[in-house]
C-alpha cells in the first residue's frame, strides 16, 4: 500500500484528484437539507410550468413575432407573484435563502419548458450576483431589500447587469483582453460622484428593469485596473433606452441598447472600485477585477448550461411525444431501433449536461462564491433564524464600514487562486457542454420529426431558435473554451500562455 | 464551380446574382416578417418575368428550357442572399418536375404556358415529405383521370399563393399512392393561415382540408412513388444547391465581418481560433460547390452508377450548411442573433432546406435500403 505522503503525491499530478472529483470532495461537507430545499424547488418549478410557463410559451413568442415591440410585464408581475425574484436572495439580504445549486436544477425545469421565460428569471440573478461578490454589502441590502419590497407591493423590482458594449463583447469578459479592446464607457470622477457616458448593448431585461448593475471605466485606456460598478435606477436623468433588439429566439425576453448621456450617478451609488479595492487588500486592481469577475461568471455560467440542459430536455420531450404517437412507413417510430438509439443520444446528452452543471456547482459550493452560505453552521443559523432576527439586527450591520472590509477580505484576499481557477475553469466547462448539447439535442428532434418539427406550433423550432442564444451569451463557447484551457490546463504546462496568440 | 464546366450558364447565374443583388439584399429582414408583415409579390412578379419559375420546364411549356444545372445556379445565387425565394423557385420546380415525370405534359400544357401571374404560374405542393413515407394522405375515389379528393394535408408549400397543386393521396387502403393536380382555390378546399415556421417565412405554406375536391390524375394511378423517386433524385441535388448558397452566403457574410470586426486589440479574422472556425466554413462552402457540380453534370449527361451518390451528396452538403450556418452566427457573436444581419436567417432557413423532400434520417434509410435490396449502387 501507498504512504499516505505518496498518495498525496499521486492525486497532485495532472488531473489533479482535488480539481476532478468535486462532488467526491464536497459531499461530505454538504447540509444534508440541502437535497429536501432543491426537491421543493424542483417541485415548484413543476407547478409554475404546468400553470404559467407551459401554456404562455408557444402564445408569447408568436405574439412577440407580431408586436417586436412586445415587453413581459403581465410576465413578471407573475413571476413576482410566484416570489421567484426573491426565492435565492440570501436571508441576510431579506430574500428567501434558498441554496444557489437549486438554482441550476430550477433553471432545468423552467428552461425544458421555455428558456426565454427561464431568462426573464435568471437575468435578474446575474446581477444579484454582480451585486453581491462587489462585496458591498450596504448597496447589496439597499437594492435587495427593494426587490423584496416589490414582492410585497405586487409591483415587481428587477436588476439586469450591463457589460457588453457595441465594439467590446469578448473583451469584457477578460481582464487579459480588456486592456486591448476597444470599451468606451466612461466614468469621470466629478464632485460627489461621477459623470457616466457610453452605451451597452444586448442587455437583457433592460427595458422592463428597476436597477441596472453597470460596469464603466474611469480610464478607457487603461480599462483592467479602472472599472468601476456602479447601480443606477431605471429612471434617473442622463440614463435612457435605445431600441429595443430584434433576436432571432427568446422573443419573451427583450434585448436593450442602454444609453448613458453625461449621467450623474452619486458616490453612495458606487457598487465597485479601485479606491474601494484598497481598503482591504494591496492586491493590484488588476487581479481584483479578474476575480470580482470570475466570481461572476463561475455562479453564472453552470446556470447557463442549465438553461441550455432544460432546452435538451425540452427538446428531448417532444420528440419522445412525437415518436410516442406518429406512425412512419406503417409503424410506431417510438418502435424503430434509429429513432430508439436517437432518443437514447438525447436522453444521454440531457444526464450529461445535467453532471457538468452539477460539478460545476460542486466547485462553487466547497471552493468559490457559495462556500460561505453552505458551511454547515452558516447554512443551518440561516436557516433557523426567525426573519425579524435578520431584519432587525443582521440587517444595520450590512450598513456598516467594518462589514464591507470584512466582506471584501473574505472575497478578494483570503481565496486561493487554485480555487479561483477551478470554478472559472469549471464553469466554463459546464457552460460550453449544455450549451452545445442544447443544440445539438434541438438538431435531433428537428430530424426526428421531419415537417412537423419546422411547425412553431410543435415547439421544438422555438427551442432551436431559444437555445442559440446561450452559445454566445455569458461569454461566446470559443472564449470558453479558452477560458477552460487557462484555468484548468495552462496551469500544468509553464509555458502555455494564452490570449497572447 | 459549375460555370467554370458549363460557359452556358454564366448569363443565369449572373441573372440570378444581379437580381439578388437587387430584389433581395438588403430586404431579406422586412421580407421575412411574413406572415406577420407583407407577402413580397412585387419581387414574386420580377422573379416571374426573368424565368426563374420555370428554370427547367421546356420553351414549348412556357419555361426556359434549362436543365438541372440551370436551376442549380439560380438556387444557388439567390439563397446566397435569401432562401425564401428560393424555396419558392424550388417548389415549383419540384411540381414541374413531377409532371413532366409523370408524362403528364397534357395538364402542365393546360397551366404553364397560359399563365399570365405567378399565381397561374405556381403549382403548390408538400415539399418537406416524401408522401410514402406520410401514413395520413388524402383518400381519392374515382375512375379514369377524373377523382374526388377528401382528407387532410399539411405543409403545403405555396397553397396560399397557387392556384393550382400537386397533392399525393391513396386511391387504396395499401401504402401506394397517385399525383392529382388540384384547384385549391375551388369549392371543398380549406386552407389555414400561413404556417409560422422555422424559416423560409417568405416561402409560405399552409395546411389544407379537402371534402370532395374534383381532381386530376397525374401519370398512372398508384405510380405516385415511382415518379417521385425519379424526380427527388434530381430534386435532391436541386435542394443541396439551396443549402450550398445559404453556406455560402454565410461564409461571406462572416468573413466580412470577422476582417472589421476588433476584439482583443485585434481583427478576429486574426484570432487563431476564429480562423479555424472560418476555415472549417470555407471548406464546408467548397465541398458543397464542387459535389452539386460533379451532380449537375452527371445528372446533365446521365451517368450510370451515379443515383447513390447524388443523394449522398445531398444529404451531406445539407450536414455541411447545418454546421456551418451555426458557425456564421458564432462568428458574428451576439450581432449574428440578431435580425439585422442575415446569419440568424440562414440559420433558420437551412434546417428547412435540409428537411425538403423528407427528414434526413428517412433519406439516409430509404437510400441504403434500395443498396440493400437491389445491391446496385445506381438508384
Known amino acids: ?501 | 464551380m459549375l460555370i467554370s464546366y458549363r460557359n452556358d450558364l454564366k448569363p443565369i447565374a449572373d441573372l440570378a446574382q444581379s437580381f439578388a443583388a437587387r430584389e433581395l439584399a438588403g430586404k431579406t429582414e422586412e421580407h421575412d416578417r411574413y406572415p406577420f408583415g407583407e407577402f413580397y409579390d412585387h419581387v414574386l412578379d420580377k422573379a416571374h418575368e426573368v424565368g426563374f419559375l420555370g428554370a427547367i420546364l421546356p420553351d414549348s411549356l412556357g419555361g426556359i428550357g434549362g436543365d438541372i444545372g440551370t436551376l442549380c445556379v439560380i438556387l444557388q445565387n439567390i439563397c446566397q442572399v435569401d432562401g425564401s425565394l428560393g424555396g419558392i423557385i424550388f417548389t415549383n420546380a419540384l411540381s414541374q418536375e413531377i409532371m413532366l415525370t409523370a408524362g403528364a405534359t397534357d395538364l402542365a400544357g393546360e397551366i404553364f404556358p397560359k399563365a399570365t401571374s405567378p399565381k397561374e404560374f405556381l403549382v403548390a405542393f408538400p415539399s418537406y415529405t416524401d408522401p410514402a413515407q406520410t401514413d395520413t394522405l388524402p383518400k381519392a375515389v374515382g375512375s379514369g383521370r377524373n377523382f374526388t379528393l377528401t382528407g387532410r394535408l399539411e405543409f403545403l408549400v405555396m397553397g396560399n399563393l397557387a392556384r393550382q397543386a400537386i397533392i399525393p393521396a391513396r386511391t387504396g387502403n395499401g401504402p401506394s399512392y397517385s399525383f392529382f393536380l388540384v384547384d385549391v382555390s375551388a369549392n371543398g378546399v380549406e386552407k389555414s393561415d400561413p404556417i409560422f415556421s422555422l424559416g423560409l417565412h417568405a416561402c409560405p405554406a399552409v395546411d389544407i382540408t379537402l371534402q370532395n375536391v374534383r381532381a386530376r390524375l397525374v401519370g398512372n394511378e398508384n405510380g405516385g412513388h415511382a415518379v417521385f423517386e425519379k424526380a427527388s433524385l434530381k430534386m435532391n441535388v436541386a435542394a443541396a444547391a439551396m443549402n450550398a448558397g445559404i453556406m455560402k452566403g454565410s461564409f461571406n457574410e462572416a468573413l466580412a465581418y470577422s476582417r472589421e470586426r476588433f476584439q482583443g486589440g485585434r481583427a478576429i479574422a486574426n484570432w487563431s481560433e476564429l480562423s479555424m472556425v472560418l476555415a472549417g466554413m470555407s471548406i464546408k462552402a467548397d465541398v458543397a460547390e464542387m459535389c452539386i457540380a460533379q451532380a449537375c453534370l452527371g445528372l446533365a449527361k446521365s451517368l450510370d452508377g451515379g443515383g447513390s451518390q447524388y443523394i449522398s451528396s445531398s444529404i451531406h452538403i445539407h450536414e455541411l450548411a447545418c454546421e456551418a450556418v451555426n458557425d456564421g452566427i458564432q462568428i458574428l457573436g451576439g450581432y449574428g442573433y440578431m435580425k439585422d444581419y442575415g446569419q440568424e436567417k440562414r440559420f433558420r432557413d437551412s434546417r428547412m432546406v435540409q428537411t425538403l423532400l423528407g427528414p434526413a434520417p428517412m433519406k439516409k434509410l430509404a437510400m441504403i435500403r434500395r443498396i440493400v435490396e437491389t445491391g446496385a449502387k445506381n438508384i
Open chain 1, 1 to 501: 500500500m501507498l504512504t499516505s505522503s505518496e498518495v498525496a503525491s499521486k492525486l497532485s499530478r495532472f488531473p489533479n484528484f482535488e480539481d476532478t472529483w468535486l462532488g467526491l470532495s464536497y459531499a461530505p461537507h454538504m447540509p444534508k437539507h440541502m437535497v429536501k430545499e432543491t426537491r421543493e424547488v424542483i417541485a415548484i418549478a413543476r407547478k409554475f410550468n404546468e400553470e404559467v410557463a407551459t401554456p404562455l410559451a408557444l402564445k408569447i413568442d408568436r405574439l412577440a413575432h407580431e408586436d417586436p415591440d412586445y415587453q413581459p410585464w403581465d410576465l413578471m408581475e407573475e413571476v413576482n407573484r410566484w416570489g421567484f425574484y426573491t426565492m435565492w436572495i440570501p436571508k441576510l439580504f431579506g430574500g428567501k435563502g434558498y441554496n444557489m445549486p437549486s438554482m441550476s436544477c430550477f433553471s432545468e425545469e423552467i428552461a425544458s419548458a421555455c428558456v426565454g421565460i427561464m431568462n426573464v428569471i435568471g437575468v435578474h440573478y446575474l446581477a444579484v450576483a454582480g451585486l453581491i461578490s462587489s462585496g458591498n454589502t450596504r448597496l447589496a441590502k439597499k437594492i435587495l431589500r427593494e426587490v423584496v419590497e416589490g414582492e410585497r407591493s405586487g409591483k415587481p423590482c428587477t436588476l439586469v447587469l450591463a457589460t457588453t458594449e457595441p465594439g467590446a463583447g469578448t473583451d469584457v469578459e477578460e481582464v487579459d483582453l480588456v486592456d486591448k479592446g476597444k470599451v468606451t464607457c466612461q466614468a469621470k470622477q466629478v464632485k460627489g460622484g461621477y459623470i457616466v457616458n457610453g452605451t451597452k448593448v444586448f442587455i437583457s431585461m433592460g427595458h422592463v428593469s428597476s436597477w441596472t448593475v453597470l460596469y464603466a471605466y474611469e480610464d478607457t485606456k487603461h480599462p483592467s485596473e479602472t472599472t468601476i460598478g456602479f447601480v443606477v435606477k431605471t429612471g434617473t436623468k442622463g440614463f435612457s433606452f435605445g431600441s429595443h433588439e430584434n433576436k432571432m429566439g427568446q422573443k419573451v425576453c427583450p434585448a436593450s441598447v442602454l444609453i448613458f448621456e453625461d449621467c450623474f450617478i452619486p458616490d453612495d451609488q458606487v457598487l465597485f472600485s479601485s479606491a474601494l479595492v484598497k481598503k482591504f487588500t494591496n492586491k493590484p486592481a488588476r487581479d481584483i477585477s479578474q476575480r470580482y469577475c470570475d466570481y461572476v461568471v463561475s455562479a453564472t455560467r453552470p446556470g447557463v448550461c442549465a438553461f441550455g440542459i432544460g432546452v435538451a430536455r425540452g427538446a428531448f420531450e417532444t420528440a419522445l411525444n412525437y415518436a410516442s404517437t406518429t406512425c412512419v412507413n406503417g409503424r410506431l417510430l417510438i418502435n424503430q431501433e434509429w429513432a430508439q438509439c436517437m432518443l437514447a443520444e438525447m436522453h444521454k446528452n440531457v444526464i450529461l449536461g445535467r453532471l457538468a452543471y452539477t460539478e460545476a456547482n460542486n466547485a462553487n459550493s466547497h471552493r468559490g462564491l457559495y462556500r460561505m452560505l453552505q458551511i454547515k453552521p452558516v447554512y443551518y443559523y440561516l436557516k433557523a433564524m426567525p426573519r425579524f432576527w435578520f431584519d432587525k439586527v443582521i440587517s444595520p450591520m450590512l450598513n456598516w464600514e467594518l462589514t464591507a472590509r470584512v466582506m471584501g477580505k473574505i472575497l478578494f484576499d483570503v481565496p486561493k487562486p487554485e480555487d479561483q481557477r477551478c470554478c472559472s475553469g469549471w464553469a466554463s466547462v459546464a457552460k460550453i457542454t449544455g450549451t452545445d448539447l442544447g443544440v445539438k439535442n434541438c438538431q435531433m428532434a428537428i430530424e426526428i420529426m421531419g415537417q412537423k418539427g419546422l411547425r412553431q406550433d410543435a415547439g421544438v423550432e422555438k427551442m432551436l431558435r431559444d437555445i442559440k442564444l446561450l452559445q454566445i451569451y455569458e461569454g461566446t463557447n470559443q472564449l470558453n473554451r479558452l477560458n477552460a484551457f487557462k484555468c484548468l490546463i495552462a496551469p500544468q504546462v509553464p509555458q502555455a500562455r494564452v490570449f497572447e496568440d
